[in-house]
């Protein structure tokens, strides 16, 4: 069984820069949709097709995938913890790893994997987003769905929650088989039925991901857009794959030049598609970064929402230990101060403040006297009643004073 791929991305006609990322390496193919940010989008996305590199397609099999998936989602959520520009940072992930006759699928987000299989385009991964969850649920209808002003909540990703278990599927692969990558620029921009149109023509991979990609712009562009597209061409089909067979070796990650308009690669990925190709033979790839000085993502109001227990729970924490710090210098203040107050009709030295908070009174006798309230002086009771802030000492030299004078 031979593979052909082509590929294309775009920043779209509304965003300022590309946060998707890709990989496309023979038998190995992934699409990252980076969100957060500050570039932490791009990072993130970045990050994990980095992670998912180092698998090796022909040998790594379920286990492999499912545990690079977890670690990028790992790697993420460190860094966006230790850089504050990043914090909060994530990417969505669906990525197809081809053993012989079969499709490993590892997917989290709102990324989609399709296959068009004898003329009919079939989803096969769900969206981790809230109108997915809604129309799983028959809550809302797909159409619904397509339209709904929550569309971009998306509800697992890499890097933001606790874990982010990855969808794992195995599908067996037939020759003729289309499958198709892309981030939720495509299908947020174009109905299925369009998509299937466009896959079925009798283009090979990398015009069909052009085409999708153009698409997308023409209805509207609203969001970054990536597109992948693996033709499954049987062995003795001579000249099917011929001119667009990657090389083993080959590796490809994008957008290097996020400030680009577009990145598409040319038929065959053994020459560098417009400088952001590389080509880095068995060694671990060199990712290249965003281009310095690019503007920083549009905040528009299709900027994906995300949910982050963690953020969450890190502020909550934070609430928590300042409160407590600042409830522990407040009792060490109170039980510094005393007072001479009338105790039931006896003068005494209380400890604390002469006040009550919620109900609670922040004060108690620390030592009871041997004088009469009732038998003070007028100008000595003005002194008790007073109740002015005194030191330990100076409070028990009071006392004893009074008892003296008596
Ligand atoms: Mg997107």
Redesign the pocket.
Known sequence: MELAAGFATHRGLVRQTNE?SFLVRKGLYVVC?GMGGARGGEVASQMACERLAALAPGSAGKDELRDAIVEADGSIAARSLAEPHLLGMGTTLTSALINDATVILGHVGDSRAYLLREGTLRQLTDDHSWVGEMVRRGELTPAQAANHPHRSVITRALGTEGEAEPDLAEISLEPGDRLMLC???LS?MVADEKIEEVLLRPDGPQAAADALVQAALEGGGE??VTVVVVDVVSDDQPGAASDETADDDTVTLGPADRGAEKVSSVPGFMRPALGMGARLGRRPPIWARPAPGAAPAAQGTGE?VRWSRRRWIVTAAVVVVVLALAVAAFAVFNSSVYYVGNANGVVALYQGLPTALLGIHLSSVVELGTVGYDSLAAYQRERVDSHDLVGKEEGQAFLRGLAVLQ
Do not use: A, K, L, P
Request: glycine share 22%; no cysteine; hydrophobic share 0%.
């Open positions: 998707d949709d981030s939720d620029g947020g969001d970054n994906r």
